[in-house]
């Protein structure tokens, strides 16, 4: 059974920066794509980035240029840079896994307990 643990989130000002960490246990973490989700209060879960097992990667239109997702395969850590944050990115941010062989189906994955990013001044 996969487990995500993710830590890095907290609290920053607009304009500053965060990165996350998500470490899996339990899978063969080469053979999976790897994602961030992120829900604030009252709004659907919605995909920030993704990197799949090839490395090609895949970004929300309102955090391109400003986040990068990468993985690093040795450590079965995936990480989500995120700069010159804004307001609107406060929220509880989810890692997420998927076997690549089930890429396009309705299987759900396995979600991390999420971290809290709250921009504020």
């Known amino acids: 059974q996969a487990q995500l643990v993710e830590s890095g989130g907290g609290l920053v000002q607009p304009g500053g920066s965060l990165r996350l960490s998500c470490v899996a246990s339990?899978?063969?973490?080469?053979?999976?794509?790897m994602a961030w989700y992120r829900q604030a209060p009252g709004n659907e879960r919605e995909l920030v980035a993704s990197a799949t097992t090839d490395a090609t990667t895949n970004y929300l239109d309102s955090v391109k240029g400003r986040f990068t997702i990468s993985r690093e395969n040795a450590k079965n850590t995936v990480y989500l840079q995120m700069n010159s944050l804004k307001p609107e990115d406060t929220a509880i941010y989810y890692c997420?896994?998927?076997?690549?062989?089930?890429?396009?189906?309705?299987?759900?994955?396995?979600w991390g307990q999420g971290t809290q990013i709250t921009v504020s001044s």
């Open positions: 997420h896994c998927l076997y690549s062989g089930l890429r396009g189906t309705q299987f759900p994955g396995n």
């Open positions: 339990g899978i063969n973490f080469n053979l999976y794509d």
